[in-house]
Every structure is written in structure tokens, then in C-alpha cells.
């Protein structure tokens, strides 16, 4: 079992966290989420090591945007968190809420 941290911007209401949430919780061995409003962090646990870009794709199939994450092998380590390097991602922009909130 592991768990990551991510943070995505644009979440502001639990309509936000639920769509988050459930997106997430569709990539395959994902046993549960949790997030953090006040935050925007997302903690995410499951069986194996989940791919970035899986995280990603749901975060953004919700409408929001992934702008950092940390495994529990970072939290460990002492590391800093990951920062997704794609174009087009600035872990320090904010976006609009998210389609339907």
C-alpha cells in the first residue's frame, strides 16, 4: 500500500472535492481519496505506485488541474514534492473553478 499528496488548484466547494474524488478513485488500484478543501491537497492511496500522468488525467477529466505531488517515499526522503514538467503546467498559476461548480 502507498500513499501520494498531490495539489490541484481550482477546487473551491465539496461539488469540487466529489468530482476530484471520483475521477480518481476510476484509475485502477486506488483503495481510497482524501481532500483537503482549504488546501487543495489530494491524498491518494493504493496498492502499487500510481503513474503521474493517470493522476493527471483525472484531475483534469474533472476540470482542475494537478500543479505538484509527493509520494510517501518523498515524505521519507525529506524530498520536495514532485512537479509535473508537461507544458503547459505552472505549479504556481490558479485556474477558475472547475465545468459545473
Given at each position: ?24 478513485e ?12 482549504d ?6 492511496r493504493?496498492e ?14 474533472a ?27 505552472d ?11
Amino acid at each position: 500500500m502507498t500513499t501520494s499528496k498531490y495539489h490541484v488548484n481550482g477546487m473551491t466547494c465539496q461539488h469540487c472535492a466529489s468530482f476530484v474524488t471520483e475521477e480518481i478513485e476510476r484509475i485502477p488500484g486506488v483503495t481510497g481519496v482524501a481532500v483537503d478543501l482549504d488546501s487543495g491537497q489530494v491524498s491518494v492511496r493504493s496498492e502499487v505506485a500510481l503513474h503521474i500522468a493517470d493522476v493527471r488525467a483525472a484531475v483534469e477529466e474533472a476540470g482542475y488541474e494537478l500543479t505538484s505531488a509527493r509520494s510517501a517515499k518523498d515524505d521519507e526522503a525529506g524530498g520536495e514534492p514532485t512537479r509535473p514538467t508537461e507544458p503547459g503546467i505552472d505549479a504556481d498559476q490558479t485556474h477558475p473553478s472547475a465545468k459545473g461548480s
